[in-house]
């Protein structure tokens, strides 16, 4: 029986403690296994799984070295109703805008592709990512870490939300780049990932795929998630096989925090609980 791990990393901006974000992503991971059609023992098979343990869920928390404290989790159960596939939902302004064949924003989006705002400039943390490479170093060290605490395991799934997509992608092509390792039971996920954009590409070290398909890749995008709305699919920005997904993220913080509405659709735990994301985890268990 192979033994697998999933590795998420998580984006930019202030996390709560570690222990407590690994508890809300595997909850969150388990929301979505409700979701499975037709399969009632998702749920059951993945906690024998990993009481097992022949299936590892885990994260490479890097807040910390970007200046950030612990902050409160905002966690919270989704109603039934709340979670659903893509494309059942009622469609925003913003949504049919971003679909309609022929409007303006079709002109518009292409010149905000290739010279948008460079918003590193705007967000510290990613400025120090990006500019700084002490910090760049230091989150790599923590996940050549992280890894090595699974060098066991048969496959690992490098999960990459927001800013950690760019961390996840540059960790495994500089990698094999720099210095020849072996990834070939890595798989790489993102998701709410802005590295379809014109600003991020040009700031990468490497061109934008995996030659000889050293990696497979999965990438998860809400439509009308705001950081990957303008290239929520990557197949077109890279040679590799990209297998693009979308899918509906229902997380909102206002549910729970009416003065804070944060990224709305952009979510890290919206993104693990989606039915599509639960169908994922079913199919590796």
Known sequence: MKKKAVIIIHGRSAKPAPQILLESCKKSIFEGLDFVDGQEDSYSKLEKKMNKNEFFIDIVYYADILGYKYEQDLYYKANFKDIMRYPWREKSIWEILLSTTGDVI?????VLKKAGIDFSKYLNDVDKY????????????????????????????????SLGSIVSYQYLKESIVNAGKDFSKFRLITMGSPL???????????????????????????PIDPVCCFEPELKGDFKSSIKDIKVVNDYNLD???AK??????????GYLRCPEFGDFIYSII
Do not use: A, C, M
């Not at 079709?106 to 292409?110: Q, R, S």
């Not at 700031?203 to 050293?214: A, I």
């Not at 509405?261 to 735990?269: D, R």
């Open 106 to 110: 079709e002109l518009v989006i292409p």
């Open 130 to 161: 990006f500019n700084n490479p002490k910090y760049k170093q230091e989150i790599f060290r923590r996940i050549d870490d992280k890894i090595n605490q699974y060098k066991h395991i048969d496959e690992i799934f490098i999960v990459g939300h």
């Open 196 to 222: 379809g954009l014109e600003t991020v590409k040009s700031k990468l070290l490497y061109p934008l795929d995996f030659s000889n398909n050293e990696i497979s890749w999965i990438n998860f995008s809400d």
């Open 255 to 257: 549910k729970v925090d």
């Open 260 to 269: 804070n509405s944060g990224i709305p659709n952009h979510l890290l735990y």
